[in-house]
């Protein structure tokens, strides 16, 4: 081999190495922009969802006070459930998730501990999220069907009524959360997975 070609590999292979080292450093930078959206996207929901249990809490506690109405304080229950789970589930989240890192692999860990914890949230809100304020709610409803039994029954088929809109809304809810897991989570978390394994895979060849 001459050295004019000698040359020319050497200098194929350092451009290659080097596009490889910036097409890296994009490539963490936008692993980390994407993190950066999907918490963001993710703490504006919890702090909306946890701030309205909080407020129908405060809300059904004044009007059990108000009307003196004790199956009242059973929603604000559901909701002060509710809103201390997602606060107390994210600090136990955020001490669990594995430690910052530079590396791109680092950066993608933590994207896909993330993304399979909101699976598990979604996959089971019926059980932390829907079924507290079904109670609660069902409850108090129960409560008034019995203390109206002996009037006309306009008062009991109109809570008959709601107990039937309440069992359509919850399945609405329900079937639409596991729709944006099939659709949104689990896509992103089969992307998160498999740029993992092409990276472990490239380091071990290296």
Known sequence: MTFNELQKNYWQKDAAAAKLAIDSDMLIREVRRNKEAFESSIFWRDFREAG??????????????????????????????????????????????????DSLAGCIRISLAQVEHQIWLLRNVLWWYLLPFAIGIALFWGHIAWQVRNDSGTGLM??????????????????????????????????LEAMLKSITNDNKAM
Not at 69 to 83: E, K, N, Q, R, T
């Open 158 to 191: 109109f809570i008959g009524g709601c107990f039937v809109g309440l069992i359509f809304l919850y399945t609405g809810i329900y079937y639409l959360n596991q729709y944006a897991v099939r659709k949104g989570l689990i896509p992103r978390k089969e992307e």
């Open 52 to 101: 309205g249990s909080l407020v129908i809490a405060v809300f059904f506690l004044y009007q059990g006070m108000k009307f003196n109405l004790w199956s009242l304080y059973l929603p604000a229950l559901a909701g002060i459930f509710v809103g201390v789970f997602m606060i107390v589930d994210r600090v136990i989240q955020k001490k669990k998730l594995p430690k910052p890192s």
